[in-house]
């Protein structure tokens, strides 16, 4: 059995956060509490690291154009004075249209070219024959300028039998991924915590 | 009978689930196990890069999948370690810096000099415009290191300013942001090959990108991790709680179909009281 008290800490907060499972009581809450109050602590340090190292200590050296970054963050927080509010609006802006001018530039390449590019496949096999037929016919499942109707209509259903395979491996894979999670747990319990196994 | 299957306590379906998965943590059953060709994939790519070639591993992983991907981590990082590359960890989600010394101090890399063989950078927010600038500008984004080391003159980032100055990006991803967000910004338009160590539950989400070669290898989730552990010849949690995911999964499987031959033959008796799920 361990003798780290770390590593008890981390035994009673799993068990705390699993017996929700049997049902909700005052250790679980009290865990449930913790997690939130560490994570948030834990995110402002970095965060504070963050501010400082890459705006405060290289503009206090000389690099003086960081003061506007640090300027448009600090207007950030004038949305909690009511006279001044609008003034967040400025720097809110230029983070949603950097923001989104840097990942719709991206994606039109990576998720639109390349992902058409990568449809361009020989049909000799059964998985590309598959692949090619399954994208057409769940496109033309949110082709709506015509009516779904008759072969159209069947057309359609088949595109939302392709897309169910699809939910249904995603699915599969987030029960796979819960599972790996819990065994990761046990492992830790039994392993690091109680030493029953290496 | 089948009344009282469909109306079974949901905790003793945990209760069977638990004793199924700790039972062959506790003496491996043995199952046979295969490396999916995308682990091997990265396998092999590692395996071709010579020594002391800068490679980057980005942490983007939450505290919360961190039991998933660390098997997998920890046996890329050791490969990395065996073949001298060295490893420049970097990270956009805020615990990932944590989790990342956690693996190298886990693998082999653990054994090597830090500075020198690998650094671990830390985090800097901003998503996935913090992934733009970390592409451009390594040293610029990170003046320091995790441990508050000066970046300018360490001997690893020798010569690598930019992600493009590395030969493999490899992203450890429990979500957004994460593969798709370094495709858009790092692979794609700078050419550089990106893998992936992923939660079982994005690898549909990915697999796509697999297939048009936007991602060069992937380790999903645990039965990934056992894959690389065995090409690594290095055997660790991976490969332990392969056991107990394949008889969770199958316990999983026998409770769906009796839980839907209860509910089928129960349908026609629920009639009228609003049924039962």
Redesign the interface.
């Known amino acids: 059995m361990s003798t780290d008290i770390g590593v008890w800490i981390a035994a009673f907060a799993t068990i705390g956060l699993v017996s929700f ?2 049902k909700e009581n005052p250790l679980y809450r009290v865990i449930e509490n913790m997690y939130v109050g560490i ?1 948030a602590g ?2 402002l340090t ?2 504070y ?2 501010i400082k ?2 705006a405060v ?2 503009m206090l050296q000389g690099k003086y154009s960081l003061l506007i970054p640090i300027v448009l963050g600090i207007l950030l927080y004038t949305r909690y004075v009511k006279r001044y509010a609008w003034v967040a609006k400025i720097p809110l802006g230029l983070l949603m249209g ?2 989104t001018g ?2 719709i ?3 039109i ?3 639109v070219v ?2 058409i ?2 449809c361009f496949i020989p049909l000799n096999s059964f998985d590309n024959i598959f ?1 090619v037929l399954g994208t057409l016919i769940v496109l033309f499942y949110f082709f709506f300028s015509i009516e779904h109707k008759g072969s159209a209509g069947n057309l359609a259903k088949v595109g939302r039998w392709v897309m169910m395979i ?1 939910f249904g ?2 699915f599969a ?16 319990l ?1 392993g690091n915590w109680l030493g ?3 | 009978m089948m009344e009282r299957i469909t109306k079974t306590d949901s905790r003793v379906i945990y209760a069977i689930l638990l004793v199924s998965m700790i039972i062959p943590l506790l003496k491996p059953l043995g199952l046979p196990l295969t490396t999916p060709a995308e682990t091997q994939a990265l396998y092999d790519l590692i395996e071709s890069i010579p020594s002391g070639t800068p490679i980057a591993i980005s942490m983007d992983c939450s505290a919360a999948g961190y039991d998933e991907l660390a098997p997998g981590t920890i046996a890329v990082l050791t490969h990395a370690a065996r073949k001298g590359l060295k490893v420049i960890g970097i990270s956009v989600i805020d615990a990932g810096p944590s989790l990342l010394q956690k693996s190298i101090e886990a693998s082999e890399l653990g054994q090597k000099e830090q500075g020198i063989d690998y650094v671990n950078l830390g985090f800097v927010a901003g998503g996935e415009t913090a992934m733009a600038s970390i592409a451009r500008d390594i040293k610029g984004m990170y003046p320091v290191d995790f441990t508050g080391k000066s970046t300018s003159n360490m001997p690893v980032l020798n010569g690598v300013n930019t992600l493009q100055d590395v030969e493999l990006l490899i992203c450890v991803a429990t979500g957004t942001p994460g593969v798709p967000e370094w495709i858009r910004q790092v692979g794609d338009p700078l050419k550089v090959p990106i893998a992936t160590v992923v939660i079982a539950g994005l690898v549909a989400d990915y697999a796509p990108y697999m297939q048009s070669k936007q991602l060069v290898g992937m380790v999903p989730g645990l039965r990934g991790a056992a894959g690389y552990e065995g090409l690594v010849g290095k055997l660790g949690r991976g490969t332990a709680g392969i056991d107990a995911q394949s008889v969770g999964h199958v316990v999983i499987l026998a409770l769906v179909v009796v839980g839907n031959i209860a509910y089928f033959a129960t349908k026609g008796r629920g009639k009228g009281k609003g049924g039962k799920a």
């Open positions: 499972l049997f994570s834990y995110a970095v965060g690291d963050n190292n890459l200590k290289p950097i923001g840097l990942a530039r991206g994606l390449l990576s998720q390349n992902q590019k990568a692949m699809g491996a995603s894979g987030t029960a796979t991924g819960r599972i790996s999670l819990f065994i990761g747990r046990l492992q830790f039994l029953i196994i290496k």
